[in-house]
């Protein structure tokens, strides 16, 4: 499917904005070889090769992504946030999981995985082993993640709406799509929350200069 929103709707973008957890683990960038990672890159370098500006943000899933697969792929990779101030509004957009405050033992292991040396540690193991390793990781997220997923801490967002402007903050991770009104500081500030993609639906949030929209997106891009 999203194969398809590449080869379809995307085309009639000016740039995409993917805000991480395109995969379900990435063990590395030597793993680009792989099939069905081959298949994802190639149709994002057929995107980029038509014209569509690619930009990348990392999620808790594959913050593996490195420059070897931006420069296969043909797209930028974005910090965590990024401010996207664009002519007629500004934006802020993020992964949303380093606002999940109240999740201490996430947070724990958001700070380790994200240093560089236990990233450089991990990516020195043979390729076996990361897949394991990953799989371990996937297997314990869906586990904690079974109790209930982690959401925004409040106050932190305030915050973090005041330090990025008052601008039209768009985040996914938490599996809970809406859209949020939020005063701060007696200013109104919209917080899109990004819904998850299964096999049969997902969605993603259109701009076209004046108007933010959610449109589905569904396999073979039926309308
Ligand atoms: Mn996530």
Do not use: K
Not at 26 to 54: C, E, F, H, K
Not at 133 to 146: C, K, P, Q, V
Not at 204 to 214: I, K, P
Request: overall charge negative; glycine content about 6%; some cysteine.
């Amino acid at each position: 499917m999203f194969l398809g929103f590449l080869a379809g709707r995307v085309r009639r973008a000016d740039a995409l904005y993917i805000l991480g957890d395109l995969f379900e683990a990435w063990i590395g960038d030597d793993d680009l070889d792989d099939p069905y990672n081959a298949r994802i890159v190639s149709a994002l370098r057929a995107a980029a090769d038509a014209g569509v500006r690619i930009a990348f943000m990392h999620g808790n899933r594959d913050f593996l992504i490195g420059e070897r697969f931006a420069a296969a792929a043909g797209i930028r990779l974005l910090a965590d946030p990024h401010d996207l101030l664009l002519p007629e509004w500004s934006f802020v957009l993020a992964h949303g999981d380093a606002l999940c405050l109240d999740d201490n033992g996430y947070m724990a292991f958001r700070a380790r995985v994200r240093s560089p040396e236990w990233q450089r540690r991990m990516l020195a193991r043979p390729r076996w082993l990361r897949r394991i390793i990953a799989r371990y990781f996937r297997w314990r997220s869906r586990n904690m993640a079974r109790a209930v997923y982690a959401d925004l801490n409040p106050a932190a967002t305030d915050d973090f709406l005041r330090d990025h402007a008052y601008a039209t903050f768009i985040h996914g991770h938490t599996h809970r799509p809406a859209t949020h009104d939020h005063i701060v500081d007696g200013i109104h500030v919209e917080r899109w929350v990004l819904a998850d993609w299964h096999e049969d639906r997902g969605e993603c949030l259109a701009w076209d200069g004046e108007t933010l929209t959610r449109e589905a997106v569904l396999p073979e891009n039926r309308p």
